[in-house]
């Protein structure tokens, strides 16, 4: 995620996520963590889409559209 969003508004994205994990697995709270880390937009394609997004295309489920 890009830097910027609120500590607030990443607890509430955790706690989407959380919900939405335990929804589908129907496994328990207590067995889900959710890490939000910050990546500047200047370094992403490097840093992120280079190492983790790219290599990994034929996994991904949603794949992104750039």
Same mark, same amino acid.
């Given at each position: 995620? %890009?830097?910027? $969003?609120? +500590? /607030?508004?990443?607890?509430?994205?955790?706690? !989407? &996520? $959380? $919900?939405?994990? &335990? !929804?589908? $697995?129907?496994?328990?709270?207590?067995?889900?963590? *959710?890490?939000?880390? /910050? *990546?500047? +937009?200047? *370094?992403?394609?490097? +840093? *992120?889409? !280079?190492? /983790? &997004?790219?290599?990994?295309?034929?996994?991904? %489920?949603?794949?992104?559209? %750039?």
């Amino acid at each position: 995620m %890009y830097p910027g $969003t609120s +500590e /607030e508004d990443k607890q509430k994205l955790a706690a !989407a &996520i $959380t $919900t939405q994990i &335990i !929804a589908f $697995t129907g496994k328990p709270e207590m067995a889900i963590s *959710v890490d939000i880390l /910050e *990546v500047a +937009e200047n *370094v992403w394609m490097d +840093e *992120v889409y !280079a190492t /983790e &997004i790219k290599p990994n295309m034929d996994r991904l %489920y949603k794949k992104p559209g %750039y």
